[in-house]
């Protein structure tokens, strides 16, 4: 599966999310050219405070025909919309609230509903006719990697992997990162995308990026490598820090 990633690394944090951002808009700009729309999964964390507003203002902004574009979700934190931890919430903040789109392009998971399965199942309906529209893929797949090695609410070993199989959405008890309930994409749904960019800053995920890349690994054990899309591209955008222990 290595040979299969692209990696780079760039100086420092600063670098790294301008071409993260940089990259998302030329990959966006090209789907968009060449079937007229794009579906994006979008993450949370750092992306929200780091990349997304790069997204959200000139020169990027003007770049991409928003109102072409969907917008999934590729985890949800289980926690109402108006909370402060709320990923849709976040990228409201900083990105969705400030380009061209509509509500009926944005695709929240539904974290009101008292049973997080009816959200998922929901979720599951919404994620798979969306693919069926964008001809079974998504077109970009943004996404972090914690420390731990987990991506997107895919935490290593979480029983919830296990179970995955043919799901597009999975519902994640007890995570180990807070809030411990959460709704993911599956390594299933991610795998439709035509690229998906692992965007990774910091000393404190070193290791976990090289175990990621290193030539053998259990993905139960290092989630990102179950993200390995036959029909699209993985790159691997790291800061130094980040890269730190690759080959080490
Ligand atoms: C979330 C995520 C999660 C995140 C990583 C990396 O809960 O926000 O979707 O998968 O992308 O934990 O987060 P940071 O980039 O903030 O370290």
Same mark, same amino acid.
């Given at each position: 599966m290595t040979e299969a990633n692209i990696v780079r690394v760039y100086e420092d944090s600063e670098t790294l999310y301008r071409a993260a951002a940089e990259l998302t808009t030329a990959h966006l700009k090209a789907a968009i050219g060449e079937r007229g729309r794009a579906l994006v999964a979008l993450s949370g964390g750092s992306l929200t405070s780091r990349l997304y507003p790069l997204l959200a203002n000139p020169p990027l902004r003007d770049q991409i025909d928003w109102p072409t574009l969907s917008v999934l979700f590729a985890d949800e934190r289980y926690v109402p919309f108006d909370h402060p931890d709320n990923t849709c919430r976040a990228t409201h903040q900083s990105l969705l609230d400030h /380009?061209? /789109? /509509? &509500?009926?392009q944005i695709f929240p998971v &539904?974290? +009101? +509903?008292?049973d997080p399965e009816q959200a998922a199942a929901i979720y599951q309906q919404q994620t798979a006719a969306l693919l069926q529209a964008h001809n079974g893929h998504l077109d970009v797949a943004l996404l972090g990697m914690g420390p731990d090695g987990h991506t997107a609410s895919l935490f290593p070993r979480h029983p919830a992997l296990l179970t995955a199989t043919d799901e597009l959405v999975i519902v994640v008890r007890d995570a180990p990162k807070p809030p411990p309930l959460r709704i993911s994409l599956t390594p299933t749904a991610l795998n439709t995308a035509r690229l998906v960019v692992f965007v990774v800053s910091g000393a404190d995920k070193a290791a976990a990026v090289a175990a990621a890349l290193a030539e053998r690994g259990d993905p139960l054990d290092h989630p990102t490598r179950a993200i390995h899309p036959p029909a699209g591209r993985v790159c691997w955008l790291l800061d130094r820090a980040g890269a730190s222990a690759i080959d080490a």
């Open positions: /380009v061209p /789109v /509509v &509500a009926e &539904a974290t +009101y +509903y008292r």
